[in-house]
């Protein structure tokens, strides 16, 4: 690891990729594959419509996004990829990380569906990555968080301020503390 390097990516967190027929990819994940679905956007949310799977406890680990073709015509395309961080803390140093180093950061806050505060930019070949911290876990009752409490945000400020029931927002760096509350 870089020597000061101010985060730590903990695992893959999830993939998302575009797929020909949504409802037939999703047959297939769940049928043969034996993933659940957490939530689904219908195309008015997300052009094509999109299926967050899950094979363990996160809220996702694969979605997949519909629409890249009649028949599958065209090349196979990926999303983007989402390393997970352990603490919201990383996440803001890693926003700040990534702008010192010129990457290229296409959207930061919280999506909506898995609640997960995120920076999300790309990689030299234009690879959409997102690092992430909080993904919505699923308990035992196989349910999902409801969309009325999402609360999608577009900074990491914000993600801090206007959190979702039940999400510790509480930072724990005290400079990032002060930077929050300037």
């Known amino acids: 690891m870089p020597q000061g390097l101010p985060f730590k990516v903990q695992k893959l967190g999830h993939a998302v990729v575009y797929v020909a027929d949504l409802e ?8 043969v594959l034996g993933f659940k679905v957490s939530d689904v956007y ?7 419509g999109m299926v967050f799977l899950r094979c363990n406890g996160d ?18 395309s990926l999303h983007h990829l989402a390393f ?35 920076v999300e930019f790309l990689d030299p ?24 409490e999402w609360r999608q945000t577009a900074t990491l400020e914000d993600a801090v301020r206007i959190a979702p029931p039940g999400q510790d927002t509480t930072l724990r760096d ?9």
């Not at 037939?24 to 049928?31: G, P, Q, V």
């Not at 219908?42 to 094509?48: F, K, Q, R, V």
């Not at 005290?174 to 300037?182: G, P, T, Y």
């Open 84 to 118: 997970e961080l352990a603490t919201l803390d990383e996440v803001f140093r890693a926003r700040d990380h990534l702008k010192a180093h010129g990457a290229k950061l296409v959207y930061e806050g919280r999506r909506r569906a898995g609640c997960q505060v995120s």
């Open 59 to 76: 809220h996702h680990c694969l979605a997949l996004v519909g629409g890249r073709g009649e028949g599958g015509e065209g090349p196979k």
């Open 24 to 31: 037939r990819s999703k047959h297939f994940y769940t049928e």
């Open 125 to 148: 070949d234009g690879h959409h990555l997102e690092l992430y911290w909080g993904v919505d876990q699923i308990g035992s009752d196989d349910r999902s968080r409801p969309a009325e």
């Open 42 to 48: 219908p195309g008015a949310m997300m052009p094509g």
């Open 174 to 182: 005290s400079d990032l503390k002060v930077r929050i509350n300037d």
